[in-house]
């Protein structure tokens, strides 16, 4: 029988040929090593430091840590340029074929705001950056997208924002339960009986696995079933917008706001099925406003979220507050939230014993998930910011329950609400949310865990409410300026002189202008110490910018 031909042919070979190779392979590396012991290789010297002996060594250290400092702000200045780059290449083919007309009228209205505060950015308070960009987003949009969290929908609202679109005029605010998946279906059905006799609601579950332009989403087959990563509501948002914007009768800009962290970028991808705006478990990512254009007639745009307000509880702070963690402490932040919640179900949920105290609970929970400090103490630190990371996060299914009675807000009146709800059609957008909720597969009501809502949470919208820095902030500011004052002092009048003559002296000798005078002539040592310095600081920086560039 003829055997068949093989499609590869077979690496065996023979003993001889193999210990042949080897040898020859042995010898190359002989060979290797005994011309780089004749050339002398040399191994890099570690740079054993200035001597304590040295009298020039407190310049020398100055002027080390000058230029660190500059590489340190050429890095950052080039991770800027980089990501401006970025933003104007996603921006050029977010949607190539939309009128330029659409968007040359959102770009004149918002330029002229931006010239202004371009020259003021660098000394403003950023809080106050946020209330103008939020501003700018309320003032040039026809409709007004109010994102909350399914969990907390109360919490969620801002009475002093709803109040100033109602004054801004012909303005059409839209309330969208976003996390929807994350409460049971029956707790979900009854926030938005609550909602929808105020305002136009929309049920939504935003994407979160988005990756790169023009990809289709996926859908986990293991996830878990309450927390699928399928957009759902869309087609319902989608209808309700064009049936407006038909009614309208001319294109609509679309404004998206809401507190930090209730996935106000992730709704802006889910819609345009690509990810446009950075999204992320850390609150406050979104800095500025962005305009996206869905489609010829329709244009969104993001913004930063609201300022929370000082004067609200401290469970409010510490859920909408993006510094809370820094402002307030940790275990204080995570107290606050447990203060609040059944304790018999956050037991079930985290697999602790019973607990008398919130303490008793974080030592509990560092103890079950394995946060120890030096020496085996419980990280009690660690777990409050991770219950707290938890409970602002995308992950942990908790909810509220709506009042039992039904009162509009003080800033709404029939009127003021009739007109809300003008132009959209409202039989649809019921029809839309109930398929919404059948598709959803949230968790069951005994795997949840029940918090009380603190209401609704105020926020800052004016500049000039914005309260100053803590003492404690202005301190710490104080004593590192302190810390650099001696060093900026001593180096004011030299760094005159060294930046007018840059262009025409050498590193070595902008070295050398540092150093006294007395050394200058005499110490030979310490001029070539200077220099052998200076050009290992020159290779770094060297390599440094070719890496970045």
């Not at 010898?27 to 001597?51: C, F, Q, T």
């Not at 009128?99 to 010239?115: I, T, Y």
Request: proline share 5%.
């Amino acid at each position: 029988m003829k055997r068949p031909k093989l499609k590869k042919a077979s690496k065996r070979m023979t003993c001889h040929k193999r210990y042949k190779i080897q040898r020859k392979i042995r010898e190359h590396h002989r060979k290797l090593r005994k011309e780089a012991k004749k050339r002398g290789h040399k191994k890099r010297r570690k740079d054993p430091g200035v001597p304590n002996s040295a009298p020039f060594k407190e310049a020398l250290l100055r002027e080390a840590e000058i230029r660190k400092q500059r590489l340190e702000e050429l890095k950052q200045q080039q991770k800027l340029d980089r990501q401006k780059e970025q933003e104007k290449k996603r921006k050029l083919g977010t949607n190539p074929g939309v009128e330029p007309s659409n968007l040359e009228l959102v770009k004149e209205e918002l330029g002229q705001c931006k010239a202004k505060n371009k020259a003021k950015s660098g000394k403003q308070n950023p809080k106050k950056l946020y209330c103008q960009e939020l501003k700018k987003v309320i003032e040039t949009s026809n409709v007004v997208l109010e994102v909350l969290d399914a969990r907390d929908p109360l919490g969620c609202r801002c009475p002093q924002v709803e109040e100033a679109i109602v004054q801004g005029g012909q303005k059409k605010l839209v309330l969208v339960l976003n996390k929807s998946d994350l409460v049971p279906k029956e707790n979900l059905e009854n926030w938005l009986n609550y909602l929808k006799k105020e305002l136009p609601t929309v049920v939504f579950r935003a994407s979160t696995n988005l990756k790169a332009k023009e990809k289709i989403i996926k859908v986990r087959k293991k996830a878990a079933p309450f927390k699928s990563e399928a957009c759902v509501g869309k087609e319902g948002l989608w209808k309700l917008l064009e049936g407006f914007q038909e009614t309208w009768g001319k294109a609509i800009r679309v404004g998206v706001i809401g507190f930090p962290n209730v996935g106000k970028s992730s709704i802006i991808n889910s819609l345009k099925q690509d990810q446009i705006c950075n999204v992320g478990v850390s609150m406050g990512l979104t800095r500025s406003m962005q305009v996206v254009p869905l489609d010829k007639q329709i244009t969104i745009i993001d913004s930063p979220g609201f300022i929370v307000s000082p004067l609200n509880s401290a469970t409010a702070l510490a859920l909408r507050s993006p510094a809370s963690i820094e402002v307030i402490k940790p275990v204080e932040a995570a107290s606050a939230i447990l203060s609040q919640a059944d304790a018999r179900q956050v037991v079930l949920k985290f697999t602790v014993p019973d607990f008398k105290n919130s303490l008793e609970f974080f030592t509990s929970l560092a103890q079950r998930r394995g946060l120890h400090q030096k020496g085996g103490s419980p990280n009690v630190e660690g777990a409050a910011k991770l219950l707290w990371s938890e409970w602002t996060g995308a992950s942990l299914a908790y909810y509220c329950h709506p009042p039992t009675s039904w009162t509009p807000s003080s800033h709404f009146n029939e009127g003021i609400m009739t007109d809300m709800k003008w132009g959209f059609n409202l039989e649809e957008l019921e029809k839309n949310n109930a398929h919404t909720i059948q598709a959803i597969k949230g968790p069951r009501l005994a795997s949840s865990i029940l918090f009380w809502s603190s209401g609704l949470t105020n926020g800052i919208i004016e500049e000039k409410d914005i309260p100053e820095e803590l003492p404690k902030q202005k301190k710490r500011k104080q004593e590192e300026g302190e810390d650099c004052r001696d060093i900026d002092s001593n180096q004011e009048n030299a760094d005159e002189e060294t930046d007018e003559k840059s262009s025409d002296m050498s590193p070595a000798e902008e070295a050398w202008e540092v150093l006294p005078e007395e050394f200058q002539a005499d110490e030979q040592s310490a001029q070539s110490y200077v220099l052998d310095k200076i050009t290992e600081e020159e290779d770094d920086a060297y390599d440094f910018s070719t890496d970045y560039v």
